[in-house]
């Protein structure tokens, strides 16, 4: 009986911790509220499992690596529209869609950022609205709104966010790429004080 009672006790702890999210995890798990997600840096896995995915090499979604490429279809704003055109600059490759109450708050925030570097720093915004449920002319009043500037694209299929595992990162998820395409900070979701963050690592990056 009190083997039992352990092997229950156990299976109710472990379920529980299937439901919960904490900011030190390496792989935040769930699509909950973005509001309730502190950015963090998420270190690479010690093995070549799913994180990787679409990924070969020194290529990855993981903190080390070289970025993988992104694509879809463009949509308006200025700028880098893929990681290699941003060699040379501090990219940042943000994940977003219009129902996204956080990326209300980051995408001027980011539009700062933009007008403070200048040339020197690159955004590359990727929607990931289904396209039943949002049009074209959407996606561009969500930034119209916003004064954001940058590079919107469309992410209709959702491969960027599968070479990126989003399934498995709350929006907005951000990637800050160094000049030499390395993925150098991540930040899950987006907090009052993520801007500052943001800004302390493209600075740095910067030098």
């Known amino acids: 009986?009190?083997?039992?009672?352990?092997?229950?006790?156990?299976?109710?702890?472990?379920?529980?911790?299937?439901?919960?999210?904490?900011?030190?995890?390496?792989?935040?798990?769930?699509?909950?509220?973005?509001?309730?997600?502190?950015?963090?840096?998420?270190?690479?896995?010690?093995?070549?499992?799913?994180?990787?995915?679409?990924?070969?090499?020194?290529?990855?979604?993981?903190?080390?690596?070289?970025?993988?490429?992104?694509?879809?279809?463009?949509?308006?704003?200025d700028g880098p529209r893929s990681v290699a055109d941003?060699?040379?600059?501090?990219?940042?490759?943000?994940?977003?869609?219009?129902?996204?109450?956080?990326?209300k708050a980051s995408f001027p925030k980011y539009q700062a950022l933009l007008d403070q570097y200048g040339k020197d720093l690159a955004i590359i915004a990727i929607s990931e609205d289904e396209p039943d449920s949002a049009k074209d002319t959407d996606l561009k009043k969500f930034a119209k709104d916003r004064g954001a500037k940058f590079v919107i694209l469309w992410d209709k299929d959702h491969s960027n966010a599968k070479k990126y595992d989003m399934d498995h990162k709350t929006?907005?998820?951000?990637?800050?790429?160094?000049?030499?395409?390395?993925?150098?900070?991540?930040?899950?979701?987006y907090k009052d004080d993520e801007d500052k963050k943001i800004a302390a690592e493209v600075k740095e990056l910067l030098k």
């Not at 990637?175 to 993925?183: L, M, S, V, Y």
């Open 1 to 77: 009986m009190k083997s039992a009672r352990f092997l229950a006790l156990a299976a109710a702890l472990i379920g529980a911790g299937c439901s919960s999210s904490t900011t030190t995890s390496n792989t935040p798990e769930g699509e909950g509220s973005a509001a309730s997600s502190s950015g963090v840096d998420i270190a690479p896995p010690s093995d070549s499992g799913s994180a990787s995915a679409g990924a070969s090499g020194d290529t990855g979604n993981t903190v080390g690596k070289q970025a993988v490429e992104v694509t879809g279809t463009y949509v308006t704003g």
């Open 86 to 103: 941003g060699k040379g600059k501090v990219v940042i490759v943000d994940f977003w869609g219009t129902y996204c109450g956080p990326c």
């Open 171 to 189: 929006m907005p998820s951000s990637f800050i790429i160094d000049k030499n395409g390395k993925i150098q900070h991540i930040h899950v979701g």
